[in-house]
C-alpha cells in the first residue's frame, strides 16, 4: 500500500495520522503456522487532530476503533501508515526514544476492574510511571501522588489503599490519575465511561473535560455511545470495518449526517423522552457487521445498506470533503439525506404489515394446558 | 380487571459473611395484560433480584424471599409447589437474560433447546416441535431458519442469539415476558433491531412485558409504565410520559440531569449525581438517596420516606413536593465528585 514520506502538515495539529494500517495475521497450525488470512482492523485511515481539541471515535464493537487507539500509541506497531506527533514519526521509533515519547502520549483505558495491578497500592500504581521516568525523586514522588489524586477529586489519604476497595468511579479516577502523572498532551480514552453506571458516568465525563480545560490536553475519545461523544468531543469519525466513513464537525455530523450508517447509527440511539421517541422513526439495519477476516468488497458497508447501488459493491468510494471539513465516502453522500427517511417509512410499513399478518398466524395456534 | 402480576411487599434477602443484604426490600408493583413495564435502576439497585424472585430462582442459600406477595393471574406464586413452578415457569411467565453468551447451553443445538420447552408444556411430538421452532426462528427473524436449527450457539452472532433467547422465550406464548437488560450486551444498530422485534412481538402475541434496565432511553422508547428502583426499594412509579415530563423523585430527577442526550446541544454541562449508591447491608432508617441528594433537609435523615401519591397514578418516595423546576438549595456541599 502508500507508503507516502510524512508531510509537514498544519502547525495546529498536534497529532496526525497518515494511512494508518494495523493488519493482524490468522495462522493455522501448531508448530509450522501457516498464515491463511488477515483482519484488516484498521485499513488506511487518515485524520489529524488539533492541539485542545477532542476528537471523538465511534463504531460498533469490532470496527477496529480501540486497535486504532493502541496503534497511534505504538502498543501495537501499524503495518502501514505514519503517526506524526510534534514534527516526529512515532512508527520509526525505537528503544529509548520511544520509551521518551511514551510520556508525552497515554492511554485511558476500559476495564476500571482489569487495568489496575491488584498487588499494588494506588499510590504505587500512580507512582510507578514517575519514577520510571524519573520525573521526580524520592519524597517528591509521593507528593506528586498526592497531588494527583487531588487533582481527580480522590482523598490523597487513599495512597495506601488497594484498587479492590474502590468502587468503578472511583478506580478510573485512579487511571486517570496514572495517566496523568507523566504530563502527557495526548490522551487516548478509550472507551472510560462504558463500564460504569450511569449516574457515575456523567462525574468522569466532567471531571476528563474539566482536567482539559486545566492542563490543555487534547483527546481521542473512542466510545460506542454516541450521546457520549456527541457531548464531548468538537469533532467525531465514524468508522466501520476499519475505516472511517465520515467525520465531522460534531454538531454538524449529528445534525446532517451525510453517510447512511451515521444516519442508521443516529436513528438507532434511544433518546430518554417519550415525546420525541414516539415520533421517531428508525432506520433499522439488516443483519450484522461483516467478518473483517473478509471484508465485503467495494464499499464495506454495502452488503446492510438499505441505499445501495450497483456502483457501490464494485468500487470503493473516497473520502471525500462535502465542505467545511465534512468528510463521508459513501457515493450517494449527496442525495442520502433525502432518501433515507422514504427507508424508515418503508420499514414502519412492512413491519406493521408482517404483525397484521403473524396475528392472524399466532391466533390459530391453540395452547394446551 | 386484576392485574396479570401483582407484587405486594416483596424482600429478597442475602445472607453474607458481613450481614444480611436487603436486594428487595418491601418492594411493589404490577403489571397488566398486554402492558410494557419499565423497572429502571443502576447496578446493585435490586431489579434483576427482583426478576430472579418472580421466577423463584433466587439461589439459595444464600438468598431467600423473606417476605411478600407474588401474585400472577391471582395464583401466589411464593406459595406455589416447586411442580406448580415448573408449570409456570417458561410457559406462562418467560426470560430473556442479559447475556445471551452464557445464557444458552453450548452443547446443545439451538433446535434442541428451543424444542425441550416446546416438548415439555406443549405437549408437542418431536417432529411437531421441530416444525414449530423453525416457525419461531422465522418469526424472530433469523434467516433460513429451519436449516440452523442443527448449528450450536457458538455459530450465531450475538444478535442473533438474542434472537434465538427470544424465540425460546415466546415459544409456548407466554402471558408475561420478562427482559432482563436485554440489549445490553449488543451494539446500538442490533439493539434497535432487538427492540423492535421484542414491540412487534408484544404486538402479536399480545404479552405483557416487564422490561428491566438502566437505559432511560430504551425505557422511553418501549414501556407504559415505568417504576424506578434505588437501593432495593421502589422510589417512584408513574406513567411513562409522565415521569419523563414530571419526575418528583430526586433521585429520578438527577439521572435525567446526568445523561448525555443525542438532541442535546454541546456544551450543556452535565449534572453528575454525586456519590455512590449505599451499602446495602443495615441500611438505616433514613432516605437512602439522602447523602447524594440536592435537596436533603433534615426531616430525611429521621425515618425512610414511604411512597406517597404525588399525582394521579404518580407516586414517589421522597417527603418534599420537589419537581425538576425547584432551585438548588443555595450552598451546594462539596463531595467526592468533581
Known amino acids: ?369 | 380487571m386484576a392485574p396479570l402480576l401483582d407484587v405486594r411487599n416483596l424482600e429478597t434477602h442475602f445472607h453474607t459473611q458481613d450481614g444480611v443484604v436487603k436486594a428487595v426490600d418491601t418492594v411493589s408493583f404490577y403489571v397488566n395484560r398486554g402492558e410494557t413495564l419499565g423497572i429502571v435502576g443502576e447496578s446493585g439497585c435490586g431489579k434483576s433480584v427482583t426478576s430472579l424472585s418472580i421466577m423463584r430462582l433466587i439461589p439459595s442459600p444464600p438468598g431467600k424471599v423473606a417476605g411478600g406477595q407474588i401474585f400472577f393471574d391471582g395464583q401466589d406464586l411464593l406459595q406455589a409447589s416447586e411442580q406448580q413452578m415448573r408449570h409456570i415457569r417458561g410457559n406462562r411467565i418467560a426470560m430473556i437474560f442479559q447475556d445471551p453468551m452464557t445464557s444458552l447451553n453450548p452443547v446443545l443445538t439451538v433446535g434442541r433447546q428451543i424444542t425441550e420447552s416446546l416438548e415439555l408444556h406443549l405437549k408437542l411430538t418431536k417432529r411437531e416441535a421441530l416444525s414449530r421452532a423453525a416457525e419461531l426462528l422465522d418469526m424472530v427473524g433469523i434467516p433460513s431458519a429451519s436449516k440452523r436449527l442443527d448449528n450450536y450457539p457458538h455459530q450465531f452472532s450475538g444478535g442473533m442469539r438474542q434472537r434465538v433467547m427470544i424465540a425460546m422465550a415466546i415459544s409456548c406464548n407466554p402471558e408475561l415476558l420478562i427482559a432482563d437488560e436485554p440489549t445490553t450486551a449488543l451494539d446500538v444498530t442490533i439493539q434497535a433491531q432487538i427492540l423492535e422485534l421484542i414491540n412487534r412481538l408484544k404486538e402479536e402475541l399480545d404479552t405483557a412485558v416487564m422490561i428491566i434496565t438502566h437505559d432511560l432511553g430504551v425505557v422511553a422508547g418501549m414501556t407504559d409504565r415505568v417504576t424506578v428502583m434505588y437501593a432495593g426499594k421502589v422510589v417512584e412509579e408513574a406513567k411513562t410520559a409522565e415521569l419523563f415530563a414530571n419526575p418528583r423523585m430526586p433521585y429520578t430527577i438527577g439521572l435525567l440531569r446526568s445523561i448525555p442526550r443525542l438532541d442535546d446541544g454541546r456544551g450543556r454541562k452535565l449534572n453528575p449525581i454525586r456519590g455512590l449508591p449505599p451499602s446495602l447491608i443495615d441500611l438505616p432508617q433514613l432516605c437512602p438517596f439522602s447523602p447524594r441528594c440536592d435537596y436533603v433537609r433534615d426531616e430525611c435523615l429521621t425515618k425512610t420516606p414511604p411512597l406517597r401519591s404525588v399525582a394521579e397514578d404518580h407516586r414517589a418516595a421522597c417527603l418534599f413536593d420537589i419537581t425538576m423546576e425547584t432551585p438548588l438549595p443555595a450552598q451546594k456541599p462539596e463531595g467526592v465528585a468533581a
Open chain 1, 1 to 369: 500500500m502508500t507508503s507516502l514520506p510524512p508531510r509537514s502538515g498544519d502547525a495546529a495539529n498536534l497529532i496526525e495520522v497518515q494511512d494508518l494500517e494495523m493488519h493482524f495475521p490468522v495462522t493455522r497450525g501448531i508448530v509450522f503456522q501457516r498464515r491463511v488470512g488477515t483482519i484488516k482492523a484498521v485499513d488506511g485511515l487518515s485524520f489529524s487532530i488539533k492541539k485542545g481539541e477532542t476528537l471523538g471515535l465511534v463504531g460498533e464493537s469490532g470496527c477496529g476503533k480501540s486497535t486504532t487507539g493502541r496503534a497511534i500509541l505504538q502498543l501495537y506497531r501499524p503495518t502501514n501508515g505514519h503517526v506524526i506527533f510534534e514534527g516526529q514519526d512515532l512508527t520509526t521509533l525505537k528503544g529509548d526514544a520511544l520509551r521518551k515519547m511514551r510520556r508525552r502520549v497515554q492511554m485511558i483505558f476500559q476495564d476500571p476492574y482489569a487495568s489496575l495491578n491488584p498487588r499494588m497500592t494506588v499510590g504505587d500504581i500512580i507512582g510507578e510511571p514517575i519514577k520510571v521516568h524519573r520525573l521526580r525523586e524520592g519524597k517528591a514522588v509521593r507528593e506528586r501522588v498526592d497531588e494527583l489524586l487531588g487533582l481527580v477529586g480522590l482523598n490523597s489519604a487513599f495512597a495506601n489503599r488497594y484498587p479492590h476497595e474502590f468502587s468503578g468511579g472511583q478506580r478510573q479516577r485512579i487511571g486517570i490519575a496514572r495517566a496523568l502523572a507523566v504530563e502527557p498532551q495526548f490522551v487516548v480514552c478509550d472507551e472510560p465511561v462504558s463500564a460504569l453506571d450511569v449516574s457515575i458516568q456523567a462525574q468522569v465525563v466532567n471531571l476528563l473535560e474539566e482536567l482539559q480545560q486545566k492542563l490543555g490536553l487534547t483527546y481521542l475519545f473512542i466510545a460506542h455511545d454516541l450521546s457520549v461523544v456527541k457531548h464531548i468531543s468538537d469533532r467525531v469519525a465514524v468508522m466501520y470495518l476499519g475505516k472511517i466513513v465520515e467525520l465531522s464537525e460534531g454538531a454538524k455530523l449529528y445534525s446532517m449526517p451525510l453517510h447512511p450508517y451515521t444516519q442508521a447509527l443516529l436513528s438507532a440511539v434511544p433518546i430518554p423522552d417519550p415525546k420525541v421517541e414516539q415520533q421517531r422513526r428508525r432506520i433499522i439495519l439488516e443483519g450484522d457487521v461483516p467478518s473483517p477476516l473478509n471484508p465485503p468488497s467495494g464499499c464495506h458497508f454495502h452488503t446492510r445498506c438499505p441505499i445501495m447501488i450497483p456502483k457501490c459493491k464494485e468500487e470503493e468510494p473516497p473520502f471525500t470533503d462535502y465542505g467545511d471539513g465534512h468528510f463521508a465516502a459513501c457515493w450517494r453522500a449527496r442525495e442520502s439525506a433525502e432518501l433515507m427517511p422514504t427507508v424508515a417509512r418503508k420499514q414502519a410499513e412492512a413491519i406493521a404489515a408482517r404483525i397484521a399478518a403473524d396475528i392472524a398466524k399466532v391466533k390459530v395456534k391453540s395452547k394446551v394446558g
